[in-house]
């Protein structure tokens, strides 16, 4: 089944092509960015979104490079948190780019993702709280000592379930009053190797972000190939649950293409919200924040929003969830 986009991006997409930029350009002032940034922290104060009867944990996945993995992992997380939802994001990248975008410091020595593969230090140990959402947002940092954790875990006994473990053994410490995370978020590095393995080995849906370019398809078979093969091997409870369209430009017609193609394949998978390409998401990370908190009325920003508040109210009875890991 083909699934259109939301109205309002379709008559962003039919109506302002050729004053998109002009558009954008107009609200952003001072004024009318801090007006949008109030009535956006209004919103957040006011609405509490769903949570599901048991933890989500979600690989966000995908082996090419530069389609918006680690922004949607964060931003997504971001937005869940501010509205309530119960959010710890595992940075598995090498770069770290999720915990600088996190604004958690991840200097090499740090207690980090690192130490739970490859030491076996407890998760709960390396978790730090997020300051814009102290309370529900946490982070699992990873330092660039990950990068040299594929050669080392190739000699390791059950290399791939190493983070798999290491979650179980997190989520068997709460209780009911101390409830664990609504949702786990493991953003992987732009690879198919033992780090991303590890983290669909550990998840129980994968969540893959696709840039509606041509190029973006091309690599999109190996990665369901990777799954399947998790799937038959090493994770049954593995499932592709949601697919998100990132870097959707409404002035070109290939944008429109990719996307339909997309939810050509994946029908109902795919998040009816899309991600506008949007100059405020690549900014935020360089200052340590989110789009979520950089600029709140940014379309970026509210993109996220829309595609987080779907993500939220398809998991809240869970009839729809992946079955429990074995």
């Known amino acids: 089944m083909i699934r259109e986009p939301t109205p309002s991006l379709h008559d962003v997409s039919r109506e302002t092509r050729s004053d998109d930029v002009s558009r954008e350009t107009e609200f952003d002032t001072p004024i009318a960015r801090e007006a949008l940034q109030a009535v956006h922290t209004l919103n957040v104060r006011q609405e509490t979104w769903p949570t599901p009867p048991r933890t989500r944990v979600m690989t966000v996945a995908n082996q090419k490079g530069g389609v918006g993995k680690t922004t949607s992992a964060v931003n997504l997380a971001a937005a869940l948190a501010l509205h309530g939802v119960r959010v710890l994001v595992i940075d598995l990248d090498p770069q770290g780019n999720a915990s600088t975008a996190l604004g958690i410091e991840h200097p090499v020595g740090i207690a980090s993702v690192y130490d739970?593969?490859?030491?076996?230090?407890?998760?709960?140990?390396?978790?730090?709280?997020?300051?814009?959402?102290?309370?529900?947002?946490?982070?699992?940092?990873?330092?660039i000592d990950l990068a040299?954790?594929?050669?080392?875990?190739?000699?390791?006994?059950?290399?791939?379930?190493?983070l798999q473990r290491a979650v179980a053994s997190y989520l068997a410490g709460f209780t009911p009053s101390d409830p664990a995370p609504d949702y786990i978020l493991i953003d992987c590095p732009p690879s198919l190797g033992l780090l991303t393995l590890n983290a669909l080995v550990a998840a129980r849906e994968a969540l893959i972000p696709i840039q509606c370019e041509y190029y973006a398809l091309e690599g999109l078979a190996q990665l369901l190939r990777t799954v399947?093969?998790?799937?038959?091997?090493?994770?049954?409870?593995?499932?592709?649950?949601?697919?998100?369209?990132?870097?959707y430009d409404s002035r070109t017609r290939l944008a429109d293409q990719v996307a339909d193609e997309v939810r050509r394949h994946f029908g109902g998978l795919v998040i009816d919200a899309v991600i506008p390409r949007n100059v405020r998401v690549s900014e935020a990370p360089g200052y340590g924040q989110t789009v979520m908190t950089y600029d709140a009325g940014s379309r970026g920003a509210v993109g996220y929003l829309q595609a987080a508040r779907e993500l939220a109210e398809r998991g809240r009875n869970g009839s729809d969830l992946v079955e429990e890991t074995q």
């Open 228 to 247: 399947e093969m998790v799937q038959a091997y090493l994770n049954k409870a593995l499932t592709v649950s949601t697919v998100l369209l990132t870097m």
């Open 148 to 162: 040299g954790a594929e050669l080392e875990l190739s000699s390791q006994v059950a290399r791939e379930y190493r």
């Open 116 to 143: 739970v593969l490859l030491a076996d230090r407890p998760l709960a140990e390396v978790i730090v709280p997020v300051e814009i959402a102290a309370t529900t947002l946490f982070c699992a940092p990873a330092t």
